[in-house]
C-alpha cells in the first residue's frame, strides 16, 4: 500500500517533479494543450518521448511562465506558487 504525504508549508518538490505535474495540468485543457504545442514546438510523439528530458521539462515550465493567467492558475492548481514553477523552469534549462 502507497500512502501519498501532503507537502508541508515550505516544502518544495523537484523541478523535475513540477514539471510532470504541470504538463499534466497543461493537458487537461485541450485548448491550452493546443497552445503547449504550438507555441513550444513539441509533437504529442515528443512529449511522450521526452518526459523525462530535461529540456522537455523546460520547454513545459517556460511555457506556463511566459504566459502569467495560465502561471497563476496553474501553480494554484499544484499548491505552488508562480516563482517556485519559474524557478524550476531556470533549473531545468540550466
Known amino acids: ?25 497543461a493537458l487537461a485543457d485541450d485548448t491550452r494543450a493546443e497552445r503547449l504545442l504550438s507555441l513550444t514546438g513539441l509533437t504529442p ?3 511522450r518521448n521526452g518526459l523525462s528530458d530535461r529540456g ?6 517556460e511555457f506556463l511562465a511566459n504566459h502569467e493567467p495560465d502561471l497563476v492558475l496553474a501553480a ?4 505552488t ?3 517556485i514553477l519559474v524557478a524550476a523552469a531556470r533549473e531545468l534549462s540550466q
Open 1 to 25: 500500500m502507497t500512502i501519498i504525504r501532503e507537502p508541508q508549508p515550505g516544502e518544495t518538490r523537484p523541478a523535475e517533479v513540477l514539471a510532470l505535474e504541470a504538463l499534466g495540468w
Open 45 to 47: 510523439e515528443r512529449l
Open 56 to 61: 522537455v521539462q523546460a520547454a513545459v515550465l
Open 76 to 79: 494554484d492548481a499544484l499548491d
Open 81 to 83: 506558487t508562480p516563482a
